[in-house]
């Protein structure tokens, strides 16, 4: 089934169903050997959806039950975290790549002194990774068993608009503060807003599924930037701790790090206008147009659906004539 509510459907069983075929999908997944990077992918973007979701009906689960789960399935993702953390480097160097021979000589020293551990090191991290995928793996089917159990009370034209206001809010403010101090941790946060605003606007595309693809294909877009410019963040920092040996080496670092913020700074140009018109809407206006767009498309979908036979029956009649 899809990522989405229907129109017809109780906010309890909508909720549990979405959450539980998320976490079927990253356990039915194969994990092991080359399909490992892969399914650590795909497994934390489930968790992310699935955590979006839980912040799109908070309101009907309760403050207490939402931290909970929140916070268990962010345990998951961030115990997988490290799993990827050289693949996105090597990719986030390779972007950056081409600019000026001098850049491309200090991507070159970084590549060699991360692409080189010694054996043994290499082997522990090998048995490490399995052993964190397989804690993962169990951890996925606890959770597993505790969604299917959700207790979500309240219907989604209120329960579901309350996430969307929330989500709304959030990426204001978080813009807000973007605006004011252009810190790494505050485009992560908007980038969170902006990928919390993607997931929520596809759990609730049957409102207006013309209108939800616009706004969920440029949320994506404008997180895609946003997730480039947190790429740079990390790839800064590793140069800078690898550029502590030597003087050498420091200047290479500081080479790479020049380059990671002028980039930055590019895409926080494009990514500033982008935000302000995802999050334009004011939170409560935003919460309204989903409860009245729910009811209407529900009105529409049955009003549809006893036009069809009609339809049918005008057509046999005119054929007949």
Not at 198 to 213: I, K, S
Not at 250 to 278: N, S
Request: aromatic share 2%; net charge positive; glycine share 6%.
């Amino acid at each position: 089934m899809a990522y989405r509510f229907k129109l017809k459907e109780d906010v309890r069983e909508g909720a549990r169903r979405i959450a539980t075929e998320q976490i079927d999908r990253a356990l039915a997944a194969p994990h092991a050997g080359d399909k490992r990077a892969e399914w650590v992918h795909d497994t934390r973007k489930a968790l992310k959806r699935t955590r979006a979701l839980l912040r799109c009906v908070r309101d009907g689960l309760g403050d207490k039950a939402f931290r909970e789960e929140n916070a268990a399935l962010r345990l998951i993702a961030g115990n997988l975290s490290s799993l990827r953390d050289r693949d996105v480097l090597a990719d986030t160097m390779g972007r950056l790549a081409g600019r000026d021979e001098e850049l491309d000589e200090a991507l070159g020293w970084l590549g060699a002194s991360l692409g080189h551990p010694a054996l043994p090191k290499a082997a522990a991290s090998a048995r490490s990774a399995t052993a964190a995928v397989r804690q993962a793996v169990k951890a996925l089917e606890t959770a597993r068993a505790r969604l299917a159990k959700l207790e979500v009370s309240g219907e989604i034209t209120d329960v579901v608009a309350a996430g969307i206001r929330a989500c709304q809010r959030r990426g204001q403010m978080a813009l807000s503060r973007l605006a004011t101090d252009p810190s790494d941790e505050n485009v992560h946060e908007l980038r969170k807003a902006v990928q919390i605003y993607q997931r929520q606007q596809t759990l609730v595309q049957a409102v207006w599924p013309e209108l939800q693809r616009v706004r969920i294909e440029a949320a994506r877009h404008l997180s895609q930037i946003l997730g480039e410019a947190q790429d740079l963040a990390v790839l800064a920092a590793t140069a800078t701790a690898q550029g502590q040996d030597t003087s050498e080496d420091g200047a290479r670092a500081e080479r790479i790090v020049a380059a990671c913020r002028q980039r930055q700074t590019e895409l926080r140009e494009v990514a500033m206008p982008m935000a302000a018109r995802l999050f334009a809407m004011r939170p409560k206006a935003a919460a309204g147009e989903l409860a009245a767009g729910w009811t209407a498309a529900i009105e529409l979908a049955a009003a549809e659906a006893e036009e069809k036979p009609r339809a049918s029956n005008r057509r046999t009649t005119a054929g007949a004539e």
